[in-house]
C-alpha cells in the first residue's frame, strides 16, 4: 500500500510517499529540488539534522559518529515538554549514496536503510525500515505521516537556504 502526505499549496512532486510493502515493512520516499551532496549533507551533519524537523518538535541532542560502528543519538522534544530518545549505530556508510542503521526508540529495535539518488540536480531519497513486528511498524506509520511529511516541507525549505 502507497499513500501520499502533500504539503498544502505544494505541487504533486512534492510529495512524500508511504508504501508497506509486507508487515514488518515502511517504506518513506521524497524527492528533493537539490543535489545529492546537499540532501546528503542535511541528514548525516548534526548541524544540520535539527534545523528541519516536523513542526512542533525540536531536537535539542543531535549527535552522530557518521561511520561504520559509529553511534548516533537525538533528543527530541515535543510541543507538550516531552522527550523522546532515539538511539542506534551505523552498519554501513557509503556518502554520498546511503547508510545502514539499527536504531532503538523507546526500546524497540529497527533496521533502516536510507538511500540518495540524483537524477537532473533532484535527490529521491527512500528511507526502509524494517521492524520486529506489525505493531512497531503501524505505531511508526501513524507517526511518520504526521512528522516525516512536515519534516520533509521544513527540509525543502531550508534547503533553499543552504545554496
Known amino acids: 500500500m502507497t499513500t501520499p502526505s502533500k504539503a498544502p499549496g505544494t505541487g504533486a512532486r512534492y510529495q512524500t510517499l508511504f508504501a508497506t510493502p509486507s508487515d514488518l515493512e515502511?517504506?518513506?520516499?521524497r524527492t528533493f529540488d537539490a543535489p545529492r551532496s546537499l540532501v546528503w549533507t542535511a541528514f548525516t551533519d548534526p548541524k544540520h539534522l535539527p534545523n528541519w524537523q516536523p513542526e512542533r518538535a525540536t531536537m535539542p541532542v543531535c549527535e552522530i559518529d557518521l561511520r561504520p560502528g559509529g553511534s548516533w543519538r537525538y533528543v527530541y522534544r515535543i510541543a507538550n515538554g516531552r522527550e523522546i530518545v532515539a538511539t542506534g549505530t551505523y552498519r554501513e556508510v557509503e556518502p554520498p549514496k546511503r547508510f545502514v542503521q539499527v536504531a532503538s526508540v523507546?526500546?524497540?529495535?529497527?533496521?533502516?536503510?536510507?538511500?540518495?539518488?540524483?537524477?537532473?540536480?533532484?535527490t529521491t531519497v527512500t528511507v526502509s525500515h524494517l521492524y520486529a513486528s506489525m505493531a512497531s511498524?503501524?505505531?511508526a506509520l501513524q507517526y511518520a505521516k504526521f512528522g516525516t511529511a512536515s519534516g520533509h516541507t521544513r527540509l525543502d525549505v531550508y534547503l533553499a537556504s543552504m545554496r
Open 26 to 29: 515502511l517504506v518513506v520516499t
Open 137 to 139: 511498524r503501524d505505531q
Open 106 to 122: 523507546a526500546g524497540d529495535e529497527n533496521t533502516t536503510t536510507t538511500t540518495f539518488t540524483e537524477e537532473n540536480g533532484r
